[in-house]
């Protein structure tokens, strides 16, 4: 669904700009981008209405962003299906309740998660060269301990899950 209103919207901003620089195929990956972004924070954000649990999915929802945004990790094939993972992933961890133990160890498992695997699968999502990934590696590693000062269970659960999707078998 995704992929077929990007590329409708792509095709229509084509024909209506035909002297734009950016071809369709440029167009309808950038929208497809906007659009999985819109859809998840969007029917996150409704869910959390009826749950009652609003800060909690903007908490978790923005901890995971930043993070992921350092670290990469696993992609699916299907715009579609990012959008119900992500939204039943976020609006699940919404559910978490940690302790300020437990919130401290999943925080330290995400810090040596992201030294043994950060960053993953970046190489071909990003214009960083390779050679400052160590820096990203770094900035990650930095952002999580700070939970170890905030002690947030919110973010501690956010930063594991995404550090969890660091791990690949086939590497």
């Given at each position: 669904m995704i992929e077929a209103l990007s590329n409708k919207i792509a095709v229509?901003?084509?024909?209506?700009?035909?002297?734009?620089?950016?071809?369709?195929?440029?167009?309808?990956?950038?929208?497809?981008?906007?659009?999985?972004?819109?859809?998840?924070?969007?029917?996150?954000?409704?869910?959390?209405?009826?749950?009652?649990?609003?800060?909690?999915?903007?908490?978790?929802?923005?901890?995971?962003?930043?993070?992921?945004?350092?670290?990469?990790?696993?992609?699916?094939?299907?715009?579609?299906?990012?959008?119900?993972?992500?939204?039943?992933?976020?609006?699940?961890?919404?559910?978490?309740?940690?302790?300020?133990r437990w919130s401290m160890i999943a925080t330290v498992i995400s810090m040596?998660?992201?030294?043994?695997?950060?960053?993953?699968?970046?190489?071909?999502?990003?214009?960083?060269?390779?050679?400052?990934?160590?820096?990203?590696?770094?900035?990650?590693?930095?952002?999580?301990?700070?939970?170890?000062?905030?002690?947030?269970?919110?973010?501690?659960?956010?930063?594991?899950?995404?550090?969890?999707?660091?791990?690949s078998i086939r590497r």
């Amino acid at each position: 669904m995704i992929e077929a209103l990007s590329n409708k919207i792509a095709v229509h901003i084509k024909k209506n700009v035909p002297d734009h620089p950016a071809s369709v195929a440029v167009l309808k990956h950038a929208l497809a981008v906007i659009l999985n972004m819109v859809f998840i924070t969007g029917l996150t954000i409704a869910i959390s209405v009826f749950t009652g649990r609003i800060r909690e999915v903007l908490t978790i929802m923005a901890a995971f962003a930043f993070l992921r945004q350092m670290t990469g990790g696993l992609h699916l094939k299907s715009g579609m299906g990012c959008v119900a993972v992500s939204t039943l992933l976020f609006t699940g961890l919404s559910f978490v309740h940690l302790d300020y133990r437990w919130s401290m160890i999943a925080t330290v498992i995400s810090m040596i998660l992201i030294l043994i695997f950060a960053p993953a699968g970046i190489e071909k999502q990003t214009r960083i060269p390779p050679r400052y990934f160590p820096l990203l590696k770094a900035g990650a590693f930095i952002v999580v301990s700070f939970n170890l000062w905030v002690a947030n269970p919110f973010i501690a659960v956010s930063f594991f899950a995404q550090s969890l999707l660091l791990i690949s078998i086939r590497r």
